[in-house]
């Protein structure tokens, strides 16, 4: 891919705009924002850093299960890359005030019609 398709600035803020909007429904539990963003398919998968949920009911279900407190977090080493105009990968790493613990957390994202959405992720934690 020649490198004026990589991280068009165009672009490269509406995939900013949806992870950093992922970020913000991640922190305060908005399950409805969060199902949003993820592509509604069988196909999506999430590898959790305690679950494997393949397909969008297995994360519906994850979400809708999961306490909703303690989620705060603080991100650091974000990278997102454009390619063309409709995928982008994210990938960052998070700490909590509650845990020694760093996580890691990847994302595909993919220009739909309905708009910017996660077709696969993963969160791990390292010691």
Known sequence: MKSEYIDR???LAE??????R??????SNNTVVLDELFWHDART???GAGENLYGID???AFRASRPAAGLE???RNTVITTFGEDFAVCSTEFTRDSSDRVGRQQ????????GWRIVA?????MS
Request: proline share 5%; hydrophobic share 55%.
């Open 22 to 27: 992922y970020e913000e429904a991640l922190i």
């Open 121 to 125: 992720a993963q969160v791990s934690l």
């Open 45 to 47: 998968v999430r590898l």
């Open 9 to 11: 600035p165009v672009i």
């Open 58 to 60: 297995a994360i519906r």
């Open 15 to 20: 995939v900013t705009a949806a992870f950093y």
């Open 107 to 114: 994302q595909t994202w993919v220009k739909l019609p309905c």
């Open 73 to 75: 977090r603080q991100l």
